[in-house]
């Protein structure tokens, strides 16, 4: 059992960098991979960045360059960098906890990009 929660969302220009942290609880973190997703109006949830258990990284093509994964298992949480922002990065992003056998999502947070 795992419990998500993102912090760090929020109303950027575009160019604009944003933080983003998922805390997780319950479990022990180090044995899941951490992942992010995103979803926008209208749209699919679609696959952001993931971070397995051993620090190997992957990233969307559309974020590639962009944003940066990176976890911290003493504090139990993920975190996206995101940097240079564009209004097609507007979505409600969401952190996902997964190893074999389960997966668990947070609730999400806002993140808006302004022209």
């Known amino acids: 059992q795992v419990q998500l929660v993102e912090s760090g969302g929020g109303l950027v220009q575009a160019g604009g960098s944003l933080r983003l942290s998922c805390a997780a609880s319950?479990?022990?973190?180090?044995?899941?991979?951490m992942n992010w997703f995103r979803q926008a109006p209208g749209k699919q949830r679609e696959f952001v960045a993931h971070?397995?258990?051993?620090?190997?990284?992957n990233y969307a093509d559309s974020v590639k360059g962009r944003f940066t994964i990176s976890r911290d298992n003493a504090k139990n949480t993920v975190s996206l960098q995101m940097d240079s922002l564009k209004l097609e990065d507007t979505a409600v992003y969401y952190c996902?906890?997964?190893?074999?056998?389960?997966?668990?999502w947070g609730r999400g947070t806002q993140v808006t990009v302004s022209s």
């Open positions: 319950g479990s022990i973190f180090s044995m899941y991979a």
């Open positions: 996902k906890a997964s190893r074999i056998g389960a997966e668990y």
């Open positions: 971070i397995n258990t051993g620090g190997y990284t």
